[in-house]
């Protein structure tokens, strides 16, 4: 009996050492598959995240993406609503990458509230920028480039012209500031900018409203003395 008992002992413990030694293979199983869904989720958010993240433009993506945008572009004239009246431009087909430029920025709002911030009589006035915390806010947003000249299509500074001044930093090469723009408002035109900026549409209608801007009282600093907004700049058939 003594040795029955015994057995039976042994068997028991045997099987209470096996179980104990089990355990930690399930705990670790289970701590490993937590582990690997962890992982997995962290990988998920952070896929998402970066599809979430606005799309900006950059120094080194602006030609591959106007390349392509460009192609997509059908209208080509823009109509721009001041606080003196309305204007119309026609831009250039032959100028893709400035018009492209032009088209989306125009489309994305940004002129909207912007101003007529240089005024030069006889001259030019000059668009696409104001002090204030919206219109930053919109670059932020669009993204930081420039835009290479595009001089050699046998565009002119005529009269009515709608060019696009160059970066005043750091820009030996003459690069097109892309939120800017310029209106030649000189008879018969301003031929002296031929070559070093880039014609890329013209006023059609309208070149009333842009001499009548042309002729306010600006500041030392040719900042027009009462702001002249674009109150909505429109993309139009």
């Known amino acids: 009996m003594v040795r029955v008992t015994l057995a039976f002992t042994a068997i ?4 209470l050492i096996g179980a104990c030694k089990d355990a930690p293979k399930e705990e670790t199983k289970a701590v490993n598959q937590k582990k690997e869904l962890e992982k997995e989720s962290t990988v998920q958010d952070t896929v998402a995240k970066i599809e979430d993240e606005p799309f900006k433009l950059t120094e080194e993506n602006a030609i591959d993406f106007f390349f392509d945008y460009q192609k997509e572009v059908k209208e080509d004239k823009v109509k721009m609503t001041t606080s003196f009246g309305s204007f119309t431009i026609q831009l250039y087909d032959n100028v893709p990458y400035h018009k492209a430029n032009f088209i989306y920025l125009t489309k994305k ?14 001259f030019i006035i000059q668009g696409g920028n104001a002090d204030n915390k919206e219109t930053a806010r919109k670059r932020s947003e669009i993204g930081r480039y420039l835009l290479p000249p595009d001089t050699r299509k046998g565009h002119k500074h005529h009269r009515g012209t709608v060019s696009m001044p160059s970066s005043e930093i750091n820009n030996p090469h003459m690069l097109a500031s892309p939120y800017e723009f310029f209106i030649v408002v000189t008879k018969p035109g301003s031929y002296h900018l031929d070559g070093d900026f880039t014609p890329f ?21 040719d900042w027009p003395s009462k702001n002249i907004y674009i109150e909505k700049a429109e993309v139009v058939e």
């Open 12 to 15: 028991i413990t045997l099987f």
């Open 109 to 122: 709002g940004y002129f909207d509230n912007t101003m007529f911030h240089r005024v030069v009589k006889n």
């Open 201 to 221: 549409g013209r006023v059609i209608e309208g070149m009333d409203v842009v001499d009548k801007i042309n002729q306010q009282p600006v500041d030392d600093g």
